[in-house]
Nanobody, 119 residues
Framework: QVQLVESGGGLVQPGGSLRLSCVASGSFFSVVAMGWYRQAPGKQRELVATITGGGSTNYADSVKGRFTISRDNAKNTVYLQMNSLKPEDTAVYYC?????????????WGQGTQVTVSS
């Protein structure tokens, strides 16, 4: 079983930055695809970014050029660096451990961390 724990959320002003972290427990982290999702109140959960075990990344159009997903396999950790934050980025962000086969297939979920972008 995989356990995921997110951290790094908080309140930030528009234009600011945050870095989210997700620490994973379980086997074969280095070859498992990881993703970040987010869900705003009243909205459907959406995929923000993914990274494969080999390090290939994909991003939602809404965050391209602003967000960067990365991983440190030695620490069993995936990160989401969020720059130039906008109010519409406000959401609960969820880490996910899944599978990538042309598209991302979600698996295990973390509990989420709140990101609020507001003046």
């Amino acid at each position: 079983q995989v356990q995921l724990v997110e951290s790094g959320g908080g309140l930030v002003q528009p234009g600011g930055s945050l870095r989210l972290s997700c620490v994973a427990s379980g086997s074969f982290f280095s070859v498992v695809a990881m993703g970040w999702y987010r869900q705003a109140p009243g909205k459907q959960r959406e995929l923000v970014a993914t990274i494969t075990g080999g390090g290939s990344t994909n991003y939602a159009d809404s965050v391209k050029g602003r967000f960067t997903i990365s991983r440190d396999n030695a620490k069993n950790t995936v990160y989401l660096q969020m720059n130039s934050l906008k109010p519409e980025d406000t959401a609960v962000y969820y880490c996910n451990s899944g599978q990538y086969s042309g598209t991302y297939y979600p698996g295990y979920w973390g509990q989420g961390t709140q990101v609020t972008v507001s003046s």
